[in-house]
């Protein structure tokens, strides 16, 4: 019994090692399959479901794009002389997706002391943007010298390249500075409010004057290549090419030599000169002081170059668009208000007075003294402030408030320079209760009447509301852009009686022929007429001065008005003087330009002549 179960159990033992063989097998052929399964799923899973992102992304190490930022639209002034234009510079551009720790701090160490830049600012640039396929421009219009250095580091700047791209130029300098403006690369805010307008990184637009006014224009459209680089950024091949488009050219109304004349006429004086044509509004110069040279806005600005820019007194504020109290300039529209009001006629004569007493406050005449009987000529001429009191209280604030409104005070003027026009401020009662908790009053009245109080104006409105007299009624909207000018309704009818025109002009005459404005009755120009003006600003602070005048007197085609800002002296001494040489300016110019063409036209009939002669001596020999 024994070997029998002996051998029995032998036999179990044996049949049970063979099937855990098998098992064995199936067991490791079991989890082969599992695993090649897995793998086979998860790689048909990114070839077929994730396999298009996976192609992109393998595309975005390999593939870069290297835009190519278009240039400008130059700027021209009225007979197509430059202004502004572009010139070729090399620029540094970043790669930000090659640059990843710890090498990128070496590289940003290396360009900080190449290029002189703050490693701080270089961080800057691509702090947001190290996934972009898109370069980044992190210096401008750099030297020769930093080309070479650059260069000579290769090896040491992945990523990092120079390209050519055009930089914007103003070849006159600080001329017309803040009519023409400057430009400079869109800031990350900048870029976020305007990305709908088709904006993107390293983006130059327009800051200010013109270029911001011309922006769509001038910018014209990007281009770019496709590229496929190595590991170490550098460019394989061209894969694709798109030319940029530049933008369009714009043409000023500005005439240079005369923008140049009324700028040496200024000198360093701090104030504005403005020139415009009566007749269509069209801008001829515009100047302002302290100025500026937008050239440097073209690359980086050094710390010191702009510490000294602003210990200028803000230049970059446009002082033609800015406000100030009009003065004794702004008679035109009192006398206006007065002779319309039908309260006083052509022929009206009052009493003036050294000075008059209302409201328990005595209102003195400039002089002191007063002028005797005056006619509204004469009060022009004389310029008596007691005078246009009493027209200006007989006619009453609302009245007058009226006619300053009419003539276009009060409200932006309609220039493109927009971004840097301020409205100024004509008050009335609702006005003076909102800011002052109490009502208009005659003293309010009294002082608006001759330009004082809380009348503000610029010097470009100033010389709209000389216009009016000069075009004979009519309010003309100033413009810098020269489109089709004559074509395009620029002004607008103020419907004053002839008789109040002819009083306005009579007594501008008046003021230059033997009042106030003598400085310009001279025979270096023809005949002007204007008007001088000079505004208290506070206690022990220099006077504000204004002249305006046009000319010819009977055919006026330029308005000229200077403007000092706490120049001191007096509007008849301090700005009539330069108001008469931008005249000379204007009139030497358009002589000489006349001389030329007649010139021209006399050798032309001369050729012409010659070439008769010449025909009828070869007819004859041939007969």
Known sequence: MALIQSSSLDKQQKTRSVGRSYQSLIVMLIISLLLVGTLGSRLAYLQLVEGKRNRELAEKNRIRLMPKQPERGNIFDRKGRILASSRLARSVYLWPRINKEPHWLKTRQRLAQILDIPETDIQKRVIGRENSSTLIRIARDI??????????????????????????????????????????????????????????????????????????????????????????????????????????????????????????????????????????????????????????????????????????????????????????????????????????????VLQTYPAIRVGGIWFADWNRAGFGPLGFVGAMKWSSDTFFYQVGMRVGGPTLIEWTRKFGFGKETGCELKKEEVAGLVPDNDWKLRRMKYEWTVGDTVNMSIGQGFLQT??????????????????????????????????????????????????????????????????????????????????????????????????????????????????????????????????????AAQGKAESKEKEEKKDTSKGRRQRAEGRRTRG
């Open 458 to 591: 610029t010097p470009l409105q100033v010389a709209v509301m000389f216009a009016v007299p000069a075009n004979g009624g009519y309010r003309v909207q100033p413009h810098i852009l020269k489109d089709n000018e004559e074509a395009r309704s620029w002004r607008e009818s103020l419907n004053m009686k002839p008789e109040t025109v002819k009083i306005l002009q009579e007594g501008l005459r008046a003021t230059v022929t033997n009042g106030t404005g003598r400085a310009l009755n001279v025979k270096t120009i023809p005949p002007a007429a204007g008007k001088s003006g000079t505004s208290e600003v506070g206690h022990g602070k220099k006077v504000h001065t204004w002249f305006g005048a046009y000319a010819p007197e009977d055919k006026p085609e330029i308005v000229v008005v200077a403007f000092g800002e706490h120049s001191g002296g007096g509007g008849g001494s301090f700005a009539a003087p330069k108001v008469l040489k931008v005249l000379e300016a204007y009139f030497n110019q358009k002589e």
């Open 143 to 348: 030297s020769p010298e930093q080309i070479t250095a650059l260069e000579e580091s290769r090896n040491q700047l992945e990523g990092v390249s120079v390209d050519i791209e055009a930089l914007r130029m103003y070849p006159n300098g600080e001329l017309a500075a803040h009519v023409l403006g400057y430009t400079g690369e869109l800031s990350d805010i900048e870029l976020y409010k305007r990305r709908q307008e088709g904006y993107r990184i390293g983006d130059i637009v327009g800051q200010m004057g013109a270029e911001y006014a011309f922006e769509p224009s001038l910018r014209g459209t990007w281009g770019g290549q496709q590229v496929e680089v190595d590991g170490r950024g550098q460019i394989v091949r061209i894969l694709g090419e798109k030319p940029s488009k530049p933008g369009k050219n714009v043409q000023l109304t500005l005439d240079l030599e005369l923008q140049k004349a009324a700028e040496a006429v200024l000198g360093e004086n701090k104030g504005s000169i403005v020139a415009i044509d009566p007749r269509n509004g069209a801008i001829l110069a515009m100047v302002s002081r302290p100025a500026f040279d937008p050239n440097i806005f073209s690359s980086r600005i050094k710390p010191e170059t702009w510490k000294k820019l602003q210990a200028k007194d803000h230049p970059f504020v446009n002082r033609a668009l800015q406000a100030f109290p009009p003065a004794s300039t702004f008679k035109i529209v009192t006398t206006t208000a007065g002779l319309e009001s039908g309260k006083f006629s052509p022929n009206t």
